[in-house]
């Protein structure tokens, strides 16, 4: 298993600083959320690609993967009554999947909730449809890039739409693809699933349907800073011989972005050594 970091943590520095930072925490990657290197994400050349990356390598670091897809640039939404606006969402959702071919990584976790949002007036079955149609259009693009493309499961508060990984499960099997796949955010796991994320581990993790795992504690703060216990989270996914990424994600940054990285690396190297 190897610790990445979600890099809007360290937003304030420039990417160079993050990757130093994080390579002397022991991080083994970046996880790259796309609007923290431009505000149009999309645009971004296959040579300032290659510049990324051997700024990330440079440091012993790799990029792992990209998430926080949609939130650059505006305007996006996957189950927009606007048609053009889809297509709109799934051109840049295409171009991302290509960079991050270039960038390295291996994993995209579309999460963005406010880009997939029931609109008035829509049914959840219409909605459901919509964001069906546009990541089949995406897988299509992952298999072409050589990537692995996860539908997050995230909690009510922050969409209507693929709360469980129960849910992302028949979306996945309903497209038929292997390039689309989903993913546990412990977090949102936490706030929404019946049952302990190791239970789902456990559960999914013999369907090879999950392909990546976000460590954050259900109040939104880093691993180890709330209720939740990572020790069985990290014993179920290597009784699983899970070799993909463990990135962590928290939102809620205590005691700072600097501190909250900290302290994560420690906590989880901790953990994993005992494991070992």
């Not at 959320?33 to 510049?51: Q, R």
């Not at 963005?112 to 964001?131: E, F, N």
Request: aromatic share 6%; with cysteine.
């Amino acid at each position: 298993m190897r610790i990445a970091l979600c890099n809007e943590v360290l937003a304030g520095m420039p990417l160079e600083r993050q990757c130093d930072y994080a390579a002397r925490l022991g991080y083994d990657g970046l996880e790259i959320a796309p609007f923290t290197l431009s505000d149009t994400p999309e645009k971004i050349s296959s040579a300032e690609a290659a510049k990324i990356r051997a700024t990330v390598e440079a440091s012993g670091l790799v990029v792992t993967g990209l998430h926080w897809l949609l939130v650059k640039p505006e305007g996006l939404s996957l189950t927009d009554p606007d048609a053009a606006v889809r297509a709109r969402t799934v051109e840049v959702m295409v171009r991302l999947t290509g960079l991050c071919a270039e960038l390295g990584g291996a994993v995209l976790v579309h999460g963005s909730p406010k880009q997939r949002q029931l609109s008035p007036g829509d049914t959840h079955a219409v909605a459901w449809a919509r964001l069906q149609d546009g990541l089949t259009q995406v897988a299509a693009a992952a298999k072409k890039a050589g990537v692995i493309y996860c539908i997050e499961p995230l909690s009510r508060k922050e969409t209507g739409l693929v709360n469980t990984v129960a849910e992302a499960a028949g979306l996945v099997r309903a497209i038929d693809d292997p390039h689309l796949r989903t993913m546990i955010d412990c977090s949102a796991a936490g706030l929404t699933e019946a049952e302990p994320v190791p239970a789902l581990i456990d559960r999914w993790f013999p369907a090879g349907l999950i392909a990546h795992i976000q460590v954050n504690d259900p109040n939104r703060r880093g691993p180890g800073q709330g209720e939740m216990k990572f020790a069985p989270v990290l014993a179920a996914l290597k009784r699983h011989h899970y070799a993909g990424t463990v990135a962590v994600e928290p939102f809620d940054y205590q005691p700072d972005g600097v501190g909250v990285t900290a302290f994560s690396a420690g906590y989880l190297r901790g953990i994993l050594e005992a494991l070992a």
